[in-house]
């Protein structure tokens, strides 16, 4: 088995679509009005709209902008440049500036705006750029 997405499901689709390819600089694949991806070499992050539910059983089976508990995390090459790239776009929804956290990244925590919370982050130890496969410092 091999972990493939993750699905967003919003209210509205072209605000969110905009706002991770503003965060990323990746281009989101629009598939239909309903339905777009992101694509990465690791994984993607798929965005549904509401009426995509519907081929799923039903409008009931997930609520929009109603996460608490999962944060949707990006590598980045340089966290501290692609803040200083973004920071207008998530001035008011900031939750953590960069910070160096005690297993090795440096994480820099917003919300995105159907209120998940997203995490850019740089591996900055050895052990932490180990583990994703990148050259020490």
């Known amino acids: 088995m091999n972990f ?4 967003i499901i919003t209210g509205d689709i072209e605000p969110l679509v905009k706002f991770y390819e503003d965060i990323t600089g990746c281009t989101v ?3 239909t009005p309903d339905f777009a991806e992101l694509q990465t070499s690791s994984g993607t992050l ?9 081929l799923f059983g039903g409008q009931h089976i997930a609520e929009p902008a109603s996460n608490r508990s999962v944060i949707i995390e990006f ?3 340089d966290v501290d440049k692609r803040y200083e790239e973004i ?6 929804t900031l939750v953590q500036a960069p910070t160096t956290m005690p297993w090795g990244n440096r994480s820099l925590l917003f919300r995105d705006p159907d209120g998940n919370l997203v995490n850019l982050f740089t591996p900055i ?3 932490a750029r180990q583990k994703f496969g990148l050259s020490a410092v």
């Open 87 to 92: 920071s207008a776009v998530i001035n008011n």
């Open 29 to 31: 694949i629009m598939y």
């Open 46 to 54: 798929a965005i549904g709209s509401i009426n995509t539910l519907a």
């Open 75 to 77: 590598l980045v090459e």
């Open 4 to 7: 493939a997405s993750v699905r």
């Open 125 to 127: 130890t050895p052990q």
